[in-house]
């Protein structure tokens, strides 16, 4: 993107380089002059921010709230991007399927659709985590079974409509294969929806994590994850509100820079929404 | 209106039957023995076998989704591993509550949500206008459970003014105005992102309808402007947001989950949390079905909703 078009986005700047701050400090916390995160430390517990050696405090075992927050985000992070590309890509594969091929095809993705979208959204994530037992992967599969029908219906309603112009009966009549059509004619016309359901979708798979963590059924202890912070230090909210304060606000900045990046690809991407 | 009816009824059969089998392959997610699962490492032999026997659990699994179903058809959700006791009436009763707090949820965000909009849509680039699209960002990123969290600690620690959690009071309560007090922190945080998403959609929607000939032509004709954004605007403009009204019903009735945690409201969510990390499948496959079965008689109505506004929908 040129610097006249970027500046057309200055919040979604802003939001990128937020994002990026994270990323940097999240692939780099083993480099990053802090503390353990699970260090515990318990003459030193629930230090308020800008105390001595904690800049941020330490929670409920004296561990260092900061740097619990910098390798928290790799794991809030990664959950997030890696359940929207899962759902993602599991959505595309079902929704190519599913507008492409008639039949008995079709009318299983459909059925599968309608079916998990007849859940309420995290009712549905909270229900497989049950079964599959408690624990981030588990979270992460959960979400991501959850969220994929998103992804089939806006792929599906695309190739519906794009295989029956007449560039891809063209391209039938010129013996080309199914492979052939749906990469070359078909995938790009639904590459910008899907990049811009992704960009918006990242924050809510953060937030799905997250709660589902806070629930005591994702991350378990002693890993930091954004989420169960929030959930341990919500007993001592009313002596040391910054123990479930600063979590909840990094949850917040994130993916609130997460939707301004995905406003504004959104914009540039796909004018018509 | 009664075809389309029996229609739209048809159709919410294989769905439920989908809800169904969802909601009993959760028992069966897990690789390994569910009774194992259920019960822990320390449980005896002569304990699973009975279990094993108790849920069917040797059997082929077809026969196993069918008798579970035929037990459900029957209003029997099998029984509590913790509790000791049928499933059904603990479930219904705190279903009752999380009703009562979707509902309540549902009409703050209905309500404040289609005034927000519609105020946005008639003045458009408003300072309301503006400020409601900056709520529409916070609210898709505010972690629910935190903002609940932030509000207590407000409202109920620091100011006082209302209860920081339960449904009653633990002493004298019972009263209507017992339970409007703790009922209002939790509905508020549960509509706080629903707000925000019906105001734009009623905003986007009104804004088109607003840009239509015969919108012209009431004004034209000399109607006051209230009029003409209530009566001409917002009725053509209702379908869309009926529709995402039934999609955010939805989202509460899961998000519930969530809040009730926040705030120890004695909902199905609670309850559902519990059952999970008690690994008392009968208790979770209970919540489950019967939130899940709610959301589809949402659906449903919503459609006769559309139905009923335009009639134009019962014909096609």
């Not at chain 1, 008995?104 to 079916?115: K, P, S």
């Not at chain 1, 959960?142 to 112009?165: C, D, E, H, M, N």
Request: charged share 15%; aromatic share 6%; glycine share 10%.
């Amino acid at each position: 993107m040129s610097r006249r078009r970027l500046r057309r986005y200055p919040l979604a700047v802003a939001g990128a380089l937020v994002l990026a701050v994270a990323v940097v400090a999240a692939a780099l916390a083993p480099q990053l002059p802090l503390p353990d995160p699970d260090s515990v430390d318990t003459p030193n517990r629930l230090r308020p921010p800008l105390s001595g050696q904690h800049p941020l405090g330490t929670d409920e075992f004296g561990r260092d709230i900061l740097s619990r927050l910098v390798w928290g985000a790799r794991v809030s992070l990664l959950a997030g991007v890696g359940t929207a590309a899962l759902a993602m890509v599991v959505g595309v594969v079902l929704g190519v399927l599913g507008g492409y091929y008639t039949g008995w095809i079709e009318a299983l993705v459909m059925r599968l659709t309608d079916v998990l979208m007849a859940f309420p959204y995290i009712l549905l994530a909270i229900a497989i985590v049950a079964g599959l037992g408690p624990g981030l992967r588990n979270a992460m599969v959960a979400i991501a079974i959850v969220g994929f029908p998103l992804y089939t219906r806006l792929v599906r309603g695309v190739v519906l409509s794009v295989k029956q112009l007449e560039f891809v009966e063209a391209a039938r009549a010129l013996g080309s294969t199914d492979a052939t059509i749906l990469a070359r004619h078909v995938l790009p016309q639904f590459v910008s929806p899907v990049l811009v359901t992704f960009s918006l979708d990242v924050g809510a798979k953060i937030l799905a994590t997250a709660g589902l963590s806070f629930l005591g059924l994702g991350t378990q202890p002693p890993t930091a994850d954004w989420g169960s912070m929030l959930a341990t230090g919500r007993q001592f909210v009313v002596l040391s509100p910054h123990v479930v304060l600063l979590p909840g606000l990094a949850i917040f900045v994130v993916v609130f820079a997460a939707n301004l990046v995905g406003d504004a690809l959104r914009d540039a991407l796909d004018p018509r929404t | 209106m009664k075809r389309y009816l029996a229609r739209r009824l048809l159709l919410a059969v294989p769905v439920l039957l989908g809800v169904s089998i969802v909601v009993f392959m959760v028992l069966h997610l897990a690789p390994g023995d569910p009774a194992e699962i259920m019960l822990g490492s320390a449980a005896t032999k002569e304990d699973l076998a009975r279990l094993r026997a108790d849920l069917g659990l040797e059997e082929p699994l077809p026969v196993q989704y069918a008798r579970w179903i035929g037990h459900v058809a029957r209003g029997d959700l099998g029984r509590s591993l913790w509790m000791r006791r049928p499933v059904l009436p603990d479930v219904l009763d705190r279903f009752r509550a999380t009703l009562l707090l979707t509902g309540s949820a549902l009409a703050i965000s209905t309500a404040g949500g289609v005034a927000l909009g519609v105020l946005s849509a008639a003045r458009p680039h408003s300072w309301l206008d503006r400020l409601s699209g900056v709520a529409a960002l916070f609210g898709a990123s505010m972690p629910v459970f935190w903002l609940g969290i932030v509000l207590m600690v407000i409202f109920s620690l620091h100011l006082g003014w209302l209860p920081a959690s339960g449904m009653w009071a633990p002493h004298g309560g019972g009263g209507a105005g017992d339970l409007l007090a703790h009922l209002t922190l939790p509905a508020l945080t549960l509509a706080a992102a629903s707000v925000t998403i019906i105001a734009r959609l009623t905003r986007s929607t009104m804004l088109e309808v607003l840009g239509q000939d015969y919108i012209r032509t009431a004004r034209a004709k000399g109607l006051i402007e209230r009029r003409v954004v209530t009566r001409h605007g917002l009725r053509n403009a209702l379908i869309p947001i009926v529709t995402v009204v039934g999609v955010q019903a939805g989202y509460l009735l899961g998000g519930a989950v969530l809040t009730e945690t926040v705030f120890a409201w004695p909902g199905v969510g609670t309850l559902m949390v519990q059952g999970i990390l008690a690994r008392d499948f009968p208790l979770v496959q209970g919540c489950v079905l019967v939130i899940a079965l709610s959301f589809v008689v949402i659906n449903l109505a919503v459609d006769l909703l559309y139905a009923w506004i335009d009639p134009r929908i019962r014909y096609e």
